[in-house]
């Protein structure tokens, strides 16, 4: 079965520099999430997407912005880029709000390297 | 958010039950409560999931307490695959924030072959 994908799974930028990352939900789902994880912590919220339109916020920093697409792929730009911002960042997906299994698919994640 | 509270760590054997515990005393009505795990360098992953009545999938149980201030996820017979992070969360039904999942503490399961 197809799951959520995520690109790229590797990433190393330099303090200052801008990053994306992508994620592409699983198939007729049009609920996007977005975590982060730093090393040794807890998943965090940032932010949800449901048919295109910001649905919920995080701890999302204003360095950050995010966004669905009509196809429903979601990306993460991430700006002014610190060390703190080394991190796991998910995606998950589900099959929206209105009808919701109380389940979410998590992608395997991009890792964002800060030097 | 409504809080919940897990033990650090549990240790099992393969092919053992296991019973993680998680209480939410100040769980709302409209709270489910769910569980996922997280394996090592992988993303959460979501284990079950219920309201008041006790649950069952392919891969665990969860039963809740009559009063919804406590719940326990059984893992039937414990797999060296099921050593992970566990994490009992609550989600209110319902609204544009189903999905903002607060993961906490979680519990770090370690299988014993």
């Known amino acids: 079965a197809a799951g959520v994908i995520q690109s790229p799974r590797h990433l190393i930028k330099e303090k200052r520099e801008t990053a994306t990352l992508k994620c592409y939900p699983i198939?007729?789902?049009?609920?996007v999430y977005w975590y982060q994880q730093g090393p040794g912590q807890d998943p965090q919220f940032l932010i949800s997407?449901?048919?295109?339109?910001?649905?919920d916020k995080g701890s999302i920093p204003d360095r950050f912005s995010a966004q669905q697409f009509s196809d429903y792929h979601s990306e993460l730009n991430m700006s002014s880029l610190e060390l703190g911002d080394s991190a796991l960042y998910f995606c998950?997906?589900?099959?929206?709000?209105?009808?919701?299994?109380?389940?979410?698919?998590f992608g395997e994640g991009s890792r964002l390297t800060v030097l | 958010d409504a809080k919940t509270t897990q033990p650090n760590s549990m240790e099992s054997n393969e092919e053992e039950p296991v019973h993680l515990p998680c209480n939410h005393s100040t769980i709302s009505g409209t709270d489910y409560i769910h569980w996922y795990r997280q394996l090592p360098s992988q993303g959460p992953e979501y284990v079950i999931h219920?309201?008041?009545s006790n649950v069952n999938n392919r891969m665990a149980s969860l039963a809740i307490a009559e009063d919804r201030k406590s719940s326990t996820l059984i893992l039937h017979r414990a797999t060296l695959r099921d050593a992970a992070v566990y994490y009992c969360?609550?989600?209110?039904?319902?609204?544009?924030?189903?999905?903002?999942?607060?993961f906490g503490q979680g519990t770090i399961l370690t299988v014993h072959p």
């Open positions: 997407f449901y048919e295109k339109m910001q649905s």
């Open positions: 969360i609550l989600a209110n039904a319902g609204g544009t924030s189903y999905g903002k999942l607060t």
């Open positions: 998950a997906s589900s099959p929206g709000e209105g009808y919701n299994t109380g389940e979410l698919f």
């Open positions: 198939p007729r789902h049009d609920t």
């Open positions: 219920g309201l008041t």
